[in-house]
């Protein structure tokens, strides 16, 4: 019997990535392939980006596509680090006509749910099933996912708390670091007060910290000041490839 297989498409700020992933392992199957988000990233040259890439590994099953956006039955109903045409779109329509699927066979996430998602079941929320869990991505801006008791609290905006009389995403994003040049000893402060920001209204057990900035935890994780024990992300900057496609697996 072959392994099961989904298809995840992750959307970011900065670039738009997916592959075949084997939903069972929860790991990629296949070289993701990665092409920079469209400026500007309106709806319509997202979806021929997302059907490039679909194309390429010439996936004709179900398909699970992230979003840095609220999502709800299908529509995006905010745009973070992205076009603000977003707003309001049907995105599983668009994507099901784009690419050729009945609308079933489009399963549209929160990018950060997303990741979440793929955290909790394969990567490093193993197991944590009583309590509650929040999920930070660190990249353009700051999504976040959060499970209470194991079970997904969709649509947090928690990268967009107030920090310093700003938007936390202003203050401790990685793209923040990557802009202003910040060495990790002086970007992790920023981080330790968003993050502190979030305690004030939050008791997490765990905070499982993501994005492509994770790769490199080691540099910063140790320098953090919180009540909240914090852990990197285990499948790094896959987890929205692995937890999209996985979703579109159990979808179909």
């Known amino acids: ?4 297989r989904g298809f ?6 900065s670039g738009i990535k997916g592959c075949p992933v084997d939903v069972e392992g929860g790991v990629l199957a296949d ?4 092409i920079s988000t469209p400026h500007p990233s309106t709806p319509e040259a997202v979806a021929d980006v997302v059907a490039e890439i679909v194309g390429k590994f010439g996936w004709d099953g179900p398909v699970g596509i992230t979003l840095p956006c609220v999502i709800k039955n299908g529509t995006a109903l905010t745009a973070a680090n992205i076009d ?18 009945a609308r079933e066979q489009i399963v549209m996430l929160n990018d950060a749910d997303a990741a979440g998602l793929a955290e909790m079941r394969f990567g490093a929320g193993v197991e944590r099933e ?3 869990v929040v999920v930070l991505t660190f990249g353009t801006g700051i999504g976040s996912s959060a499970f209470l008791d194991g079970r997904l609290l969709p649509n947090t905006e928690l990268g967009h708390i107030e920090v310093a009389g700003q938007d936390a995403e202003a203050e401790a994003a990685a793209s923040v670091k990557d802009n202003l040049g910040l060495s990790y000893e002086e970007w992790a402060p920023r981080v330790s007060r968003y993050i502190q920001s979030l305690e004030r209204f939050l008791w997490p057990d765990l905070i499982i910290a993501g994005g492509g900035v994770s790769k490199k935890s080691h540099k910063w994780l140790p320098l953090l000041q919180n009540r909240t024990p914090i852990v990197a992300a285990a499948l790094k900057n896959d987890a929205g490839i692995v937890g999209a496609a996985s979703a579109a697996a159990q979808r179909a």
Not at 8 to 13: E, H, L, N, P
Not at 92 to 100: S, T
């Open 1 to 4: 019997m072959g392994t099961a």
């Open 8 to 13: 995840g498409i992750d959307i970011g700020g």
């Open 31 to 34: 070289e993701r392939l990665r």
């Open 84 to 101: 603000e045409d977003w707003i309001d779109t049907d995105a599983q329509g668009l994507f099901a006509k784009r690419l050729g699927r």
């Open 130 to 132: 009583s309590g509650l």
